[in-house]
């Protein structure tokens, strides 16, 4: 393949992506009944930056709260205010990736 047709398949894969019906992506839980565009700008189809999230779930403090009966609490540690991506996935199965280091007993829904 040459670089041009490289560069063209490359703009033909974005747009085919965001032209994606909405019913072809599965969004995990309470997230399905957003617009796709709550979390995704143009053709942007990534992890949106915490900030976002935020947005609608107040700060990592709060979060800590909802969450402080685990032991230890995923959402305050020596990892600081990490991406909430690193954990949750809003499309596929998330993960607890505090356990690439640690053997703690906390799973993440749907793990
Ligand atoms: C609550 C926020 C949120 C909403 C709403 C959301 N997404 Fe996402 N999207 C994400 C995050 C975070 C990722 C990064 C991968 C992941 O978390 O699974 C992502 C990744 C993607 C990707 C890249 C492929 C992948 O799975 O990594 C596509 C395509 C996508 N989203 C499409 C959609 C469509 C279509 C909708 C609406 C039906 C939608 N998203 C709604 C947060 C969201
Ligand atoms: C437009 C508002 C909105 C945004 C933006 C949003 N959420 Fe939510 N989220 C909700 C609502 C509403 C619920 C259900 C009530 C609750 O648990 O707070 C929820 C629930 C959750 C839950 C609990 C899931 C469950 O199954 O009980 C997690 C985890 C979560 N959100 C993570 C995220 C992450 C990570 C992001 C950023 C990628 C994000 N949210 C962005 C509105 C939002
Ligand atoms: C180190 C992993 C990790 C990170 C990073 C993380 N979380 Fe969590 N989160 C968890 C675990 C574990 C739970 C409890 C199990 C579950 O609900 O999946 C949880 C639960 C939640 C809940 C549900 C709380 C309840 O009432 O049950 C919300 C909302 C949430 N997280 C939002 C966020 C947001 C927003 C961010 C980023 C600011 C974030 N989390 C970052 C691991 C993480
Ligand atoms: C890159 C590896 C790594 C990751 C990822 C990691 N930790 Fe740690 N953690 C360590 C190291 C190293 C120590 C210090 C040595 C020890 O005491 O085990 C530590 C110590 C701890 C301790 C005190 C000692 C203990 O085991 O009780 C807690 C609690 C802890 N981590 C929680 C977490 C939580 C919660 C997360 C996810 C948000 C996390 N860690 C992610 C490497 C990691």
């Known amino acids: ?31 399905a009944a957003l617009p796709c565009t709550t979390c995704h700008t143009g053709t942007q189809m990534k ?7 935020f947005e609608c779930h107040g700060s990592y403090e709060q979060i800590a709260e909802r969450t402080a009966k685990l032991t230890p609490n995923p959402h305050s540690s020596h990892r600081g205010e990490a991406n909430c ?11 607890f990736e505090c356990n690439d280091c640690h053997n703690f007993s906390i799973k993440m829904k749907g793990e």
Do not use: I, W, Y
């Open 85 to 95: 991506t690193a954990c949750h996935s809003m499309h596929a199965k998330s993960r």
């Open 47 to 53: 992890a949106p930056a915490k900030d976002k999230c």
């Open 1 to 31: 393949m040459n670089m041009k047709s490289g560069l063209m398949a490359a703009a033909l894969a974005a747009a085919l992506s965001f032209a994606l019906p909405a019913s072809a992506v599965t969004v995990n839980g309470p997230h």
